[in-house]
């Protein structure tokens, strides 16, 4: 496993490392609704970067990843608890310097993986590249959630945050981490996703966003929607193991959702964890 810290500094002065990419993941402490721990953000990016890097070195490509930020901004959940909130300005000093660190180590070809959709980072990215054009990259993807799960799984399910995508990746990976009796019943809550300062509390009474009631580990088949594409075919996905679905185990699923109906378009919000 490619880890940056789980190298000596010899080891990672042997690596060719203007040709290593370096995938920096950061994660996210904030609430996931009742029924996902805080950290989901933060092992979902390190475990996600972690199986890109097994792939790129499967073709030959020498990747690292380092350690996982935990903590990043996340002021729009601030009225439940259970966060950590970092300013913005903080934020990216944080990633700036991290980056300047392996640059002048050498490093030259760099991932930014955002563990949460809140994260803001397309500005840093552009000043980086502006200051260290022809020397160093910083790439800064997008998220593909809502095509994964769109492929995989039901497109007619809505969500949003700690929905049945987010919820179906913790009960495949980490079910220790999920409170199966506490999934709340769907919520149709549309927070601005684009307006940091919002306060989702006012809009979402469990802090879900969308229907968190059809996570199975096996979304496909709890589904029964025919999946388009298989599962990540890395050394990773052996560890995708089958599971019950969620169905039945939570609250009544006929219980209605406690939040204000929505107004206006009936557009499904993008998902985003
Ligand atoms: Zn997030």
Request: charged fraction near 25%.
């Amino acid at each position: 496993m490619p880890l940056f810290a789980a190298l000596t500094y010899e080891e990672l002065n042997s690596l060719e490392r203007d040709e290593t990419v370096v995938l920096v993941p950061t994660g996210c402490t904030e609430q996931q609704g009742p029924h996902l721990s805080v950290d989901f953000d933060t092992w979902f990016a390190a475990e996600l970067c972690e199986a890109v890097a097994e792939r790129l070195e499967s073709r030959g490509v020498v990747a690292l990843v380092l350690p996982t930020t935990p903590f990043g901004p996340t002021p729009e959940h601030r009225g439940y608890g259970g966060y950590v909130n970092l300013r913005q300005d903080t934020f990216e000093r944080l990633l700036e310097d991290v980056l300047e660190s392996l640059i002048a180590q050498g490093f030259r070809r760099f991932v930014i993986w955002r563990g949460c959709g809140g994260h803001r980072l397309s500005e840093l990215a552009h000043r980086f590249n502006a200051a260290h054009t022809g020397a160093a990259r910083v790439w800064v993807p997008d998220h593909p959630y809502n095509e994964v799960w769109c492929a995989l799984a039901d497109p007619d399910v809505p969500g949003g945050h700690a929905d049945s995508f987010a919820t179906s990746i913790a009960l495949a990976r980490h079910r220790e981490r999920v409170r199966p009796d506490r999934v709340p019943p769907p919520s149709e809550a549309t927070p601005d996703f684009a307006d940091s300062a919002a306060d989702w509390s006012l809009v979402s009474a469990t802090g879900v966003v969308g229907d968190p009631t059809r996570a199975s580990a096996e979304p496909a088949s709890a589904s029964g929607h025919k999946p388009s594409s298989g599962p990540p075919r890395s050394s990773s996905a052996s560890q995708w193991k089958p599971s019950n679905s969620l169905r039945g185990t939570g609250p009544d699923r006929r219980a209605k959702a406690v939040d204000p109906p929505r107004r206006g378009s009936r557009r499904r919000p993008a998902r985003r964890t």
